[in-house]
């Protein structure tokens, strides 16, 4: 089985910063990409940010500028760096990884549980 347990979530004043962890354990062959995406009361899932295993991020345009992605593929855990966190950050922030679990397997997508982070004004 595959498991991926986020950790760093909390309470923060706005302006405030958070560091968001994801590590993927089990077994595991390969991690395509990972990323976050975040969900707030009464709205979707929306993606955050993603990152390939080469590094090549991507950004949701309410993020770029405070917020960083980043992964240590050695220890197969993403990061997010939240910064200038504002109210409206505020969600259930979700991990996510395209993971091959052997090499005469597909890929399949994994989830996180989910950490919350709230941002009071």
């Known amino acids: 089985q595959v498991r991926l347990v986020e950790s760093g979530g909390g309470l923060v004043q706005a302006g405030g910063s958070l560091r968001l962890s994801c590590a993927a354990s089990g077994s595991i062959f390969s991690i395509n990409a990972m990323g976050w995406y975040r969900q707030a009361p009464g709205k979707q899932r929306e993606l955050v940010a993603t990152?390939?295993?080469?590094?090549?991020?991507n950004y949701a345009d309410s993020v770029k500028g405070r917020f960083t992605i980043s992964r240590d593929n050695a220890k197969n855990t993403v990061y997010l760096q939240m910064n200038l966190l504002k109210p409206e950050d505020t969600a259930v922030y979700y991990c996510n990884a395209d993971i091959q679990r052997r090499s005469w397997l597909a890929p399949a997508e994994y989830w996180g549980q989910g950490t919350q982070v709230t941002v009071s004004s």
């Open positions: 990152i390939t295993n080469g590094g090549s991020t």
